[in-house]
């Protein structure tokens, strides 16, 4: 089976701009999760999308939003970008009750 | 809310030597799983190993291995026979248990830095 997708790889914006990232789950798995990792905060938790609805959110601003295609492909959005916003974003998938497979990551860089 | 700690910020170990990493959580919840990723300087997040808290028999996969304590709240990490290629970021991490439907949010710890020495 092909791993977890994630486009773009690479991704540099200016502030208040906005941006879309893509994350395409293993084939069956319904469950997408999103993670912003970065050198201050570490890993944190964005939202989690099953079957094209939200079951769990973190702690992140409203700029920070996603949605979940029919097929499981997910996006995520972030409007109004700041500098701190930037980071890797990871994507994982999953199936229920099994452990969460990841993409290799979109990079993020706001000037 | 759920808490993992990971006091070790960098470990180093002579290949072939065996290293453990050490990590802590904090919940209230009975149902749960506890996983170690493997994050290269590709930033790559792989599963290393997985252990669920109802079971009380020690995970293994191959050279990696688990300790863990559950009174204690402890899920330390030994790899044995340690080799280049397991140079990497290590982080400890926690999910609620299949109980809890519609919870697959993952709390990471801060992560160790693994050096193999040659």
């Known amino acids: 089976k092909a791993g977890v997708t994630q486009t773009p790889r690479y991704l540099i914006k200016t502030r208040g701009q906005q941006v879309t990232l893509s994350c395409s789950p293993i084939?069956?798995?319904?469950?997408v999760s999103w993670y912003q990792q970065t050198p201050g905060q570490g890993l944190q938790f964005l939202f989690e999308?099953?079957?094209?609805?939200?079951?769990n959110k973190g702690n992140f601003p409203g700029r920070f939003s996603g949605r979940q295609f029919s097929n499981s492909r997910s996006e995520m959005n972030v409007s109004t970008l700041e500098l701190g916003d930037s980071a890797l974003y990871l994507c994982?998938?999953?199936?229920?009750?099994?452990?969460?497979?990841f993409g290799p990551g979109t990079r993020l860089t706001v000037l | 809310a759920q808490t993992v700690t990971q006091s070790q910020p960098e470990m180093s170990v002579q290949e072939a030597e065996t290293v453990t990493l050490s990590c802590t959580y904090d919940t209230s919840e009975s149902d749960y799983y506890l996983f170690w990723y493997k994050q290269p300087p590709s930033r790559q997040m792989i599963l290393v190993i997985r252990q669920e808290a109802y079971k009380q028999q020690n995970a293994t996969e191959n050279r990696f291995s688990v300790n863990f304590q559950k009174a204690a709240k402890s899920f330390s990490l030994k790899i044995s026979d340690s080799q280049l290629g397991d140079a990497a970021m290590y982080f400890c991490a926690y999910r609620r248990g299949i109980s809890n439907f519609g919870n697959e949010k993952l709390t990471f710890g801060t992560g160790t830095r693994l050096t193999i020495i040659p």
């Open positions: 999308y099953f079957s094209e609805t939200q079951r």
């Open positions: 994982a998938s999953s199936t229920e009750g099994s452990e969460q497979f």
């Open positions: 084939s069956g798995h319904r469950s």
